[in-house]
Nanobody, 121 residues
Framework: QVQLVESGGGLVQAGGSLRLSCAAS????????MDWYRQAPGKSRELVAA???????DYADSVKGRFTISRDNAKNTVYLQMNSLKAEDTAVYYC???????????????WGQGTQVTVSS
């Protein structure tokens, strides 16, 4: 009923920048929180950044000052601007959204398929 499609990943040198996008589509009445997670090889998935429908943001300590999360509610899209990238930022990045469906008016959690970010040192 709802799809999240991520884009913007790739290979970048340390110190460089990337911008990730995640667009939600389907039977969407509204979207509450939207988040970015990442999972590096051999590690568990971790929360990178979160944004509420009202625009309040939160970040993992490891990315504060380097990453910026934002959203366009009209486009049902969340972004992650990543600057000053480090080798340890290498991971698969996933977006997550809490979506209120038009059919049930209840909130459900959806995940994107993931996009690879590789930072070379």
């Amino acid at each position: 009923q709802v799809q999240l499609v991520e884009s913007g990943g790739g290979l970048v040198q340390a110190g460089g920048s990337l911008r990730l996008s995640c667009a939600a589509s389907g039977s969407i009445f509204s979207i509450n929180a939207m988040d970015w997670y990442r999972q590096a090889p051999g590690k568990s998935r971790e929360l990178v950044a979160a944004i509420t429908s009202g625009g309040r943001t939160d970040y993992a300590d490891s990315v504060k000052g380097r990453f910026t999360i934002s959203r366009d509610n009209a486009k049902n899209t969340v972004y992650l601007q990543m600057n000053s990238l480090k080798a340890e930022d290498t991971a698969v990045y996933y977006c997550r959204a809490e979506v209120v469906l038009t059919t049930t008016r209840r909130s459900y959690q959806y995940w994107g398929q993931g996009t690879q970010v590789t930072v070379s040192s």
